[in-house]
């Protein structure tokens, strides 16, 4: 059994030239690159497939011997990698991100994470980066899931550009992990491409009135747009990009909160479980500062959309990121 082939993104997605020079690199493609890499130079590297499609042209034809695809059988996908870990290898196992944790959870809690076992789930599709396939392909639970599995790194990287360093250091880590990427290209932030090492947050600007903490591409995209329209209201408002969900780097939290007037947070996600209740639980813990979170609400809604249309159709954007570290401005002493 096939999935069909993969929808087109939808008029007005990526409009014209110059939208398209301003565009990051294909996170799938990316990370195929880096999967390549790091088979080439392990030999334990073994690819999982549930015919998401794009992995058998890719990885199949340079090791067919070490590609294997399970079909649509996301909880098989699991167990598989279990044993083949138990074996030595080094499963990397690949699935859409509404299935990672909802169709096949039991088995990545019991079979994966139960045994500690060094499998990389990555969960492609992330959050409404599959809209155009319609609201049965939202992924906006799945790191609350996953966050809550002990011993799962959960990691979340902010720009396709830094998707092989992240895949080199997940790579290195002793037990399970999951990794989430968007489908498509979505725009690189400006300026060279940062350092990423896993468990530390990243300062993208400095501010010292309020700060603005998201994961993923679009919300740290929608964080700096914010940052430079209070910039010109005078405020200073510090970016940070916590792309380790877990384990939490609650040092650099603290230091990055620390003296502000408050803490927005942006995701692609629900606000329960997330981004925003991973800082709350560092930050608030320590600090007496307010946080607002800048999430997906409401009901899906029937509309099909791109990425960015559906996210800000549902309350994530750089407007009400804007009005969020506003509110906290006209709330402090």
């Known amino acids: 059994m096939s999935r069909a082939p993969a929808a087109a993104d939808p008029p007005g997605a990526a409009a014209g030239q110059d939208a398209q020079a301003a565009l990051g690199p294909d996170p799938r493609a990316a990370y195929r690159e880096a999967l390549l890499e790091l088979a080439a130079a392990d030999p334990r590297v073994i690819c999982l497939d549930s015919d998401t499609g794009g992995l058998e042209n890719t990885f199949g034809e340079r090791f067919p011997e070490r590609y294997v695809n399970v079909g649509i059988a996301e909880a098989n996908l699991m167990t598989v990698a279990a044993g083949l870990a138990r074996r030595g290898f080094i499963p990397y196992v690949h699935t859409m991100a509404a299935f990672a944790t909802m169709r096949a959870g039991e088995f990545l809690k019991l079979d ?3 045994n500690r076992l060094p499998v990389r789930v990555v969960a492609t599709h992330g959050g409404v980066s599959a809209a155009h396939f319609g609201t049965s392909h939202f992924a906006l639970e799945d790191l609350a899931v996953a966050r809550v599995l002990a011993d799962l790194a959960v990691v979340v990287p902010g720009d396709a550009r830094q998707i092989g360093a992240a895949v080199g250091q997940v790579h290195e880590l002793p037990g399970p992990a999951y990794l ?3 489908r498509s290209a979505t725009p690189a932030p400006p300026g060279p491409v940062p350092g990423l090492l896993l468990g530390r947050v990243r300062v993208l600007r400095e501010g010292a009135d309020v700060t603005l903490v998201a994961a993923g591409p679009l919300p740290l995209l929608f964080a700096l747009e914010a940052a430079d329209v209070l910039a010109g209201d005078g405020i200073g408002a510090q970016v940070l990009d916590l792309h380790t969900l877990h384990p939490v780097d609650r040092d650099g939290l603290l230091a990055g909160c620390r003296g502000r007037a408050g803490v927005v947070t942006v995701e692609e996600h629900r606000p329960q479980g997330g981004l ?5 639980e560092v930050v608030s813990a320590e600090l007496a500062v307010p946080l607002l979170r ?3 609400r ?3 809604g029937t509309r099909v959309a791109d990425q960015r249309t559906a996210l800000e159709a549902h309350g994530v954007s ?3 990121v804007v009005d969020a570290a506003r509110g906290l401005l006209a709330r402090a002493p």
């Open 298 to 300: 409401g009901r899906p």
């Open 180 to 182: 989430r990427l968007g």
């Open 294 to 296: 800048v999430a997906v």
């Open 112 to 114: 994966v994470v139960g």
């Open 318 to 320: 750089t407007g009400a």
């Open 276 to 280: 925003g209740d991973a800082v709350a």
